[in-house]
């Protein structure tokens, strides 16, 4: 919750900026925060989760009529994974209203990429969210099973430089039809995030690498999104939407935020409109 009303302030004196919704939660009769400010209030919620001051609670009647009659008009959007140790609202103390919320296994575009890319457009172009945060974790399954893929793939591709493999042998490779299941075809996809977080590193334990790689990985999708949409593209580049990273550490239950992608200004030169899936041209991304 983003502070519902104005009699609720003096319970937040400690916060640094205080954003009011005229309804009680955010619908269509609020403004748009810009992107600086919606940090500033997802940090700020961030800090209430940690400290165990949450203030979202439950929706009233009233509450939830707004929503209903007014449509949305939330604070950020948040690309974040499915694990159920993560929960976006949550972490952030929000309520129904407050975040447009992605989640799939690692917070990743490479799947489903048309529906996370175009939800993010959605978002961005009819909703008037001016912060995209790319929300990675620690201890994510998702990247850790992929960087178990490449530690395996590694270590056969050491034994085939004395053994030759039979083709039958051979690993499925990323985006190749030759997954055994949808679920290996996502780990496929996440696997060079592993290799570049090893190559990073110059080496390291499966752990030690897997971890790097949730950084490595909130870069990558975040590239993604820069690379292969002509609309995010040029609001990031216009300055009226920020496209962030963070990681938010399961343990302290605290969000670090990283900042914009290293990569950004080479990726606003890009052209690309349209993402592989739906036709358009395949890029490295990471
Ligand atoms: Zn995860």
């Not at 103390?93 to 175009?118: K, Q, W, Y």
């Given at each position: 919750?983003?502070?519902?009303?104005?009699?609720?302030?003096?319970?937040?004196?400690?916060?640094?900026?205080?954003?009011?919704s005229?309804?009680g939660?955010?619908?269509?009769?609020?403004?748009?925060?810009?992107?600086?400010?919606a940090?500033?209030?997802?940090?700020?919620?961030?800090?209430?989760?940690?400290?165990?001051?949450?203030?979202?609670?439950?929706?009233?009647?009233?509450?939830?009529?707004?929503?209903?009659?007014?449509?949305?008009?939330?604070?950020?959007?948040?690309?974040?994974?499915?694990?159920?140790?993560?929960?976006?609202?949550?972490?952030?103390?929000?309520?129904?209203?407050?975040?447009?919320?992605?989640r799939?296994?690692?917070?990743?575009?490479?799947?489903?990429?048309?529906?996370?890319?175009?939800?993010?457009?959605?978002?961005?172009?009819?909703?008037?969210?001016?912060?995209?945060?790319?929300?990675?974790?620690?201890?994510?399954?998702?990247?850790?099973?992929?960087?178990?893929?490449?530690?395996?793939r590694?270590?056969?591709e050491?034994?085939?430089?004395?053994?030759?493999?039979?083709?039958?042998?051979?690993?499925?490779?990323?985006?190749?039809?030759?997954?055994?299941?949808?679920?290996?075809?996502?780990?496929?996809?996440?696997?060079?995030?592993?290799?570049?977080?090893?190559?990073?590193?110059?080496?390291?334990?499966?752990?030690?690498?897997?971890?790097?790689?949730?950084?490595v990985?909130?870069?990558?999708?975040?590239?993604?999104?820069?690379?292969?949409s002509?609309?995010?593209?040029?609001?990031?580049?216009?300055?009226?939407?920020?496209?962030?990273?963070?990681?938010?550490?399961?343990?302290?239950?605290?969000v670090?935020?990283?900042?914009?992608?290293?990569?950004?200004?080479?990726?606003?030169?890009?052209?690309?409109?349209?993402?592989?899936?739906?036709?358009?041209?395949?890029?490295?991304?990471?």
């Amino acid at each position: 919750m983003f502070c519902s009303c104005l009699g609720e302030q003096a319970d937040h004196q400690h916060e640094q900026l205080v954003y009011t919704s005229k309804l009680g939660v955010r619908t269509t009769v609020d403004e748009p925060l810009s992107a600086s400010q919606a940090i500033e209030v997802l940090q700020a919620g961030n800090r209430r989760f940690v400290q165990c001051d949450v203030k979202a609670g439950g929706l009233g009647p009233d509450m939830r009529r707004a929503l209903a009659s007014h449509g949305q008009r939330p604070v950020a959007t948040v690309i974040g994974c499915a694990d159920s140790r993560c929960p976006v609202e949550q972490l952030f103390d929000a309520r129904p209203g407050d975040i447009f919320v992605l989640r799939n296994a690692g917070n990743t575009c490479t799947h489903a990429e048309g529906s996370m890319v175009g939800s993010v457009e959605y978002s961005v172009l009819n909703l008037e969210t001016k912060m995209i945060l790319v929300l990675g974790h620690t201890g994510c399954g998702a990247i850790m099973g992929a960087t178990k893929q490449f530690m395996e793939r590694s270590a056969q591709e050491s034994t085939d430089q004395s053994t030759e493999a039979s083709e039958s042998e051979q690993p499925p490779q990323p985006g190749s039809c030759k997954s055994r299941s949808t679920l290996l075809g996502l780990l496929d996809a996440l696997v060079p995030v592993a290799e570049q977080a090893c190559v990073e590193l110059g080496g390291g334990s499966t752990e030690e690498i897997a971890a790097h790689a949730v950084k490595v990985n909130v870069w990558r999708t975040i590239n993604f999104l820069l690379s292969y949409s002509l609309i995010i593209r040029e609001k990031v580049a216009s300055g009226e939407v920020g496209l962030q990273g963070a990681i938010y550490d399961m343990s302290s239950g605290a969000v670090e935020f990283l900042g914009k992608s290293p990569k950004q200004a080479q990726l606003l030169n890009y052209d690309g409109h349209v993402v592989p899936s739906m036709g358009g041209p395949v890029r490295q991304v990471s």
